[in-house]
C-alpha cells in the first residue's frame, strides 16, 4: 500500500520557520516528480513547489518564492518543504503529493496520483 505521510506542521509567529517533511512508503518515488499543495479554509487546494525526480528542477508559486524551498533526499525517501519568513496568509493544511510520471502542467493537482493527509501549518500574527 503506497503511503505519503507529512508531518512539521505547527503553530508559528509571523516571520518564523517550518520545515515540513514528506516520506513515502510502499514504493518508492526516486523516479517520480513530487510536490506540494495547500489548502486554506474555504479555499480550494493550490500549488506551491514542485521537484523533479533528480531534484534539478524546482518551481514555485510566486508567494512563496525566495521564502520556501523544496528538496528531496531520495536515498530515504523523503521529500521536503523549508519555509522561513512565515506569513498569516501561509496557514493551510499542507499536502505532498506525487506522481508516476512527469506531465506538462506539474503545478496542477490533476498531475499528481498518490496524495498524503496534510499537515497543519498555522502563522499566526
Known amino acids: 500500500q503506497v503511503q505519503l505521510v507529512e508531518s512539521g506542521g505547527g503553530l508559528v509567529q509571523a516571520g518564523g520557520s517550518l520545515r515540513l517533511s514528506c516520506a513515502a512508503s510502499?514504493?518508492?518515488?526516486?523516479?517520480?516528480?513530487m510536490g506540494w499543495f495547500r489548502q486554506a479554509p474555504g479555499k480550494e487546494r493550490e500549488f506551491v513547489a514542485t521537484i523533479s525526480w533528480t531534484g534539478g528542477r524546482k518551481d514555485y508559486t510566486d508567494s512563496v518564492k525566495g521564502r520556501f524551498t523544496i528538496s528531496r533526499d531520495n536515498a530515504k525517501n523523503t521529500m521536503y518543504l523549508q519555509m522561513n519568513s512565515l506569513k498569516p496568509e501561509d496557514t493551510a493544511v499542507y499536502y505532498c503529493?506525487?506522481?508516476?510520471?512527469?506531465?506538462?502542467?506539474?503545478?496542477?493537482?490533476?498531475?499528481?496520483?498518490?496524495w498524503g493527509h496534510g499537515t497543519q501549518v498555522t502563522v499566526s500574527s
Open positions: 503529493a506525487a506522481a508516476t510520471t512527469f506531465k506538462s502542467m506539474m503545478t496542477m493537482r490533476s498531475a499528481y496520483e498518490y
Open positions: 510502499g514504493r518508492t518515488f526516486n523516479s517520480n516528480p
